[in-house]
């Protein structure tokens, strides 16, 4: 059996960053990772994902973006290519190929099989991300048969879709896009509404991240326990690339909305009377992170806006949306489930989740020696960022490495 003092899960930005840190500290260490380098964004996104990011937020270690475009947006390929070089710049000892069958604890520290063999750690650090499991729900599951399911990691194109009209549930950043995508392909879509959080692409005439981050909004220490989870659940941004894309653009190109979809019986969906709160409450919302914006602004030095401010138009709300639909009778071909991710930890035999299967962590220490990465609102807003992961490599490193010193030297 191999032994080190630190297993890294997950060869993504963040096991590419936590590897960096630990390398730098002298701890001897391996990362595992089920396929290749950065697997997911190779596999499961659509043909013409972008990411969301702009380019200057991207960086990975030893490769900060120096292209003539930092305002501009990667596609798939260009950031893997990024990870691929940034794996070499880093040298990380990445076994590619190799899945975690367990994690569990034992009196030298923790005993990680997979179908390569058994290793023993002193420390283990998952960095798999939060993003390993599409959130389908329950109502799936009485959805007719013949309608096609698929999520953002299984959808490629619209050709690739059997034919009819498509039901998109979920407006967060893949709802929006891909029921665009979509529509615009000439297919009929519905998009059923959920909680979101609404933000424009551009404001004041500079994009909205680089102005969160500046005015700190982004970059904001972890809250009280009051508000953590909640925000830690909270939907993703509902941004695209290079443009604003929200309810009221989907609707100008003739994209349907309806409220959240609460079940489905006898092929019928049926849809919540909440649409009207929801889009109040998201506008409410965005608002708020414009005033923040602006305040900061007038005490910045120099003065980091060329243009005034300015609100935005409240999303237009049908007066009377419909609480039904015949999936059958309308000719619905296939379901999209844009409803949210979740982590994957079925390998971990270690009492440290909720009742409600979430894994309980402070700020990525889960329990002596055992640390997670890659979660939303880990440490901060940036955690679940490109360029987040290298933040909270440090601290999760430093922490780790100076356990270790502890037990070696007692």
């Known amino acids: 059996m191999e032994t080190f003092s630190t297993v890294v899960i997950g060869a993504g930005h963040s096991g590419l960053a936590m590897s960096e840190q630990l390398s730098g500290r002298g701890v001897d260490h391996v990362v595992l990772e089920r396929g290749a380098i950065a697997n997911s964004w190779r596999t499961k996104r659509w043909d013409s994902l972008k990411l969301l990011t702009p380019n200057w937020m991207n960086n990975l270690p030893g490769h900060a973006y120096d292209g003539g475009d930092p305002d501009g947006y990667m596609n798939m390929a260009e950031l893997v290519a990024r990870f691929d070089a940034s794996a070499e710049w880093v040298a990380a000892p990445v076994r590619a190929g190799v899945t975690v069958g367990s994690v569990s604890r034992n009196e030298d520290g923790f005993q990680v099989v997979t179908d390569h063999g058994t290793l023993q750690a002193k420390a283990v650090v998952m960095a798999n991300g939060g993003c390993a499991i599409p959130r389908v729900p329950e109502a799936a599951d009485a959805l007719p048969g013949r309608i096609a399911q698929v999520t953002p990691n299984t959808y490629k194109r619209p050709a690739a879709l059997p034919a009819g009209r498509v039901l998109v549930v ?25 909680g979101h959080t609404r933000l ?33 659940r909270a939907p993703s941004l509902q941004l695209t690339a290079g443009e604003t894309l929200d309810l009221n653009t989907l609707q100008a190109d003739g994209v349907e909305i309806t409220g959240r979809l609460a079940t489905i019986r006898d092929g019928t969906a049926h849809l919540s009377g909440s649409l009207a709160n929801l889009c109040a409450s998201a506008d409410l919302k965005l608002n708020r992170v414009l005033a923040a914006i602006d305040e900061w602004a007038a005490t910045a030095d120099p003065e980091p806006f060329l ?16 609480l039904t639909i015949d999936l059958n009778g309308e000719g619905f071909g296939a379901v999209l489930w844009a409803t949210g991710f979740r982590p994957d930890y079925s390998w971990l035999d270690l009492p440290v989740f909720d009742r409600k299967g979430r894994l309980i962590h402070d700020g990525g220490h889960v329990a002596p020696g055992l640390y997670v990465m890659g979660l939303p609102f880990m440490r901060a807003a940036t955690s679940t960022y490109i360029d987040g992961g ?7 490193a430093a922490h780790l490495h100076t356990g270790l010193a502890a037990r070696n030297a007692a």
Do not use: C, W
Request: charged letters at 25%; glycine letters at 8%.
């Open 170 to 194: 979920g407006a967060s950043a893949s709802g929006v896009q891909l029921a665009r995508e979509i529509h615009q392909s000439g297919r009929p879509v519905t998009i059923a509404v959920g």
């Open 200 to 232: 424009p692409r551009q404001y004041r005439g500079r994009d909205i991240l680089l102005s969160m981050k500046q005015a700190g909004i982004l970059d904001s220490s972890q809250p009280g326990p009051d508000d953590i989870e909640r925000l830690r």
């Open 307 to 322: 243009e005034p401010p300015e609100r935005f138009a409240s999303t237009n709300v049908p007066d009377a949306p419909r």
């Open 390 to 396: 290298a933040n909270d490599a440090a601290a999760l």
